[in-house]
């Protein structure tokens, strides 16, 4: 079993810049393709990034294409969300999770952390 805990999560000005980490707590850490989701109120969790075990695959939705860049650190049992150029509209709880497939599909993680909240004020 693998515990996930978000952190890097506030409130920052449109055209800002966050860094969200999340640790991963167990040895099995690079054996997990890893995603950071995003949930805004009344919205359905969909998918921000994906990265896969060694970091060669990556996938994003195409509203963060370019801003944000999924990263990992697996000596550090840590995968980080850099998001860049914040838009209020990426207001929502950011969620990390763990699975073994790349993909959008949130039902296909199995491990999920507690969440982070990103407030982005125009």
């Known amino acids: 079993q693998v515990q996930l805990v978000e952190s890097g999560g506030g ?10 980490s ?3 707590s167990g040895r099995t850490f ?3 393709v890893m995603g950071w989701f995003h949930q805004g ?5 969909d998918i921000v990034a994906a ?6 695959d990556t996938l994003y939705a195409d509203s963060v294409k370019g801003r944000f ?12 969300l850099q998001m860049n150029s914040l838009k209020p509209e990426d207001t929502a709880v950011y969620y ?9 599909t949130s039902g296909a993680y199995m ?3 507690q969440g982070t909240q990103v407030t982005v004020s125009s």
Do not use: F, H
């Open 11 to 20: 409130l920052v000005q449109a055209g800002g810049s966050l860094r969200l």
């Open 22 to 24: 999340c640790a991963a």
């Open 30 to 32: 690079s054996s997990y």
């Open 41 to 45: 109120p009344g919205k359905e969790r």
């Open 51 to 56: 990265i896969s075990r060694r970091g060669g």
């Open 69 to 80: 860049t999924i990263s990992r650190d697996n000596a550090k049992n840590t995968v980080y």
């Open 96 to 104: 990390c999770a763990a699975g073994m497939v790349v993909t959008a």
């Open 111 to 113: 491990y999920w952390g």
